[in-house]
């Protein structure tokens, strides 16, 4: 196993997530914490990165322009990561990237704690932009 992959479950026990799924092969773990709006976020360990992703919403199929201005906006709120499009173009997912080799607890604590800020300030926002 290797010892970047070791390393991330390691930081993401001692911040206390809920590692739901993890493949060992492929250096992937899901997690968990529902109650801070953390539902299936994946951390993907495809060196020298760590890719973490978590699903938003899927675009109305009235997207118009100015939908994709307010997304890009709040871009710039976010203080670690940013909202991209997946390759279908349809779905809205966070996502960051962290440099494996010189990660540390701190670092991967104030990534997932950007995504907590964003659900929680962001909420309402993220809510009338799914309608």
Do not use: W
């Amino acid at each position: 196993m290797d010892k970047h992959f070791t390393k991330v479950k390691h930081y993401l026990q001692e911040l206390g997530y809920d590692i739901t799924h993890e493949d060992e092969k492929d250096e992937v773990y899901v997690i968990n914490d529902e109650s801070n709006g953390i539902k299936n976020l994946v951390l993907d360990c495809e060196y020298p990165i760590l890719v973490i992703e978590q699903f938003i919403f899927t675009l109305p199929n009235t997207t118009t322009p100015e939908y994709y201005r307010r997304l890009l906006q709040k871009n710039r709120e976010i203080v670690h990561g940013a909202f991209v499009l997946d390759d279908t173009g349809k779905r809205v997912l966070f996502r960051d990237t962290l440099q494996l080799e010189n990660l540390d607890l701190n670092e991967l604590e104030a990534s997932l704690n950007s995504l907590k800020l964003l659900i929680a300030e962001y909420s309402g926002d993220l809510l009338s932009m799914m309608r």
